[in-house]
């Protein structure tokens, strides 16, 4: 199983999301992370996600932004978006229906949630990164359970 988590500019939500998964599958799920925007390529994942993931006993300062390809299709068996633009950024490159069918929303996989997006804590302050971890890590834990 290849999965692959996106969202704006690939140093917030979907490096946590990438990292958390990767650290439960223990290599028996292959994940990435990408970004619909290009603005931070090259760069670690912002450091208050960092603190936040490391606060929780994972470790995402490997991992480096990239942009979403339409190749991305064709590696990844589901692609996971933070929220409604993303997905409407990513859908917008789909070549057929069956490039649609793999793009899901992330919070679509809890039952019991209000939320249907991953809110970007960019902006916020450290509340705003805590909130994101706990939406992260139950909906990671969803997909372990159904991959695993």
Known sequence: MKIL???????????????????KAQDRIEVDSAGTGNWHEGEAPDHRMIRTARKHGVDISDLRARTFVVEDFERFDLIYVMDESNYDNVVKLARNENDVKKVHLLLSLIDDINETEVPDPYFGGDAGFEHVYKLVDAATDVIIKQQL
């Open 5 to 23: 988590m996106v969202c704006l500019g690939n140093i917030c939500r979907s490096p946590l999301a990438h990292g958390l998964l990767r650290d």
